[in-house]
């Protein structure tokens, strides 16, 4: 789909750490954000991951929306009537065909798969209803960046976490509790995530930049 008429939206570098290096060193391709707590700027992380692959990789990158966030990416981008992530996941009267749920923005160096427009009902997410879908998603796309819900806000988080090569905690400085945090990775290698990076979010220097970066 051609997004066109979509929102536009600006990204932005949510922090001096550059992922790109570790993901394309370990040979990663799925990769999963989540925060411990709502509000840590996982969508604006997702965003920025997804754009630095798409501008490093010779490979297509999609970037998913696997959030059930009132101000989720598909709500952002005026994105949330079309079909996508959900409708793949648990449309099974009427299933979509992949390239008709990706929109593509013409702003955006990489492909969307929305949230979706599916309302999903008693139907739970569980590793044999996501693994084919992911293996769908990195059979066609060099990288898979998902955009997803905090680990204590939503019960797909876990589920999600372990079906992706690599999961990349967000962290909001000085809002995140260093205590929630621990807890909230603790949560995620006891499920049997794998965590390979993460993304500090909104740092305040207390002295001259160039100084913090060379001690």
């Not at 990158?61 to 966030?69: E, G, I, P």
């Amino acid at each position: 789909m051609d997004g066109s008429s979509t929102k536009s939206l600006t990204i932005a570098n949510p922090s001096e750490s550059n992922l790109t290096s570790t993901v394309l060193d370990q040979g990663l391709r799925t990769l999963f954000l989540t925060a411990a707590n709502p509000g840590a700027g996982t969508t604006t992380s997702a965003l920025a991951l997804a754009s630095q692959l798409a501008q490093m990789s010779s490979g297509q990158v999609l970037l998913v929306d696997a959030s059930q966030s009132a101000t989720n990416l598909s709500q952002q981008l005026g994105l949330t009537k079309e079909r996508g992530f959900r409708d793949l996941l648990f449309n099974a009267d009427n299933p979509p065909l992949l390239q008709d749920c990706v929109v593509q923005v013409s702003s955006l160096p990489f492909h969307i798969l929305p949230n979706g427009r599916h309302i999903r009902g008693a139907e739970h997410l569980t590793a044999e209803r996501l693994s084919p879908l992911l293996a769908q998603l990195a059979g066609q796309y060099r990288f898979v960046v998902i955009d997803g819900d905090a680990v204590y806000s939503a019960a797909d988080t876990l589920v999600l976490s372990t079906q992706v090569d690599g999961v990349i905690m967000v962290v909001r400085a000085e809002d995140t509790r260093w205590e929630v945090g621990q807890a909230a990775v603790q949560r995620l290698t006891q499920a049997g995530a794998k965590l390979v990076g993460s993304v500090f979010n909104r740092r305040k220097y207390y002295m001259p930049k160039w100084l913090y970066k060379n001690l």
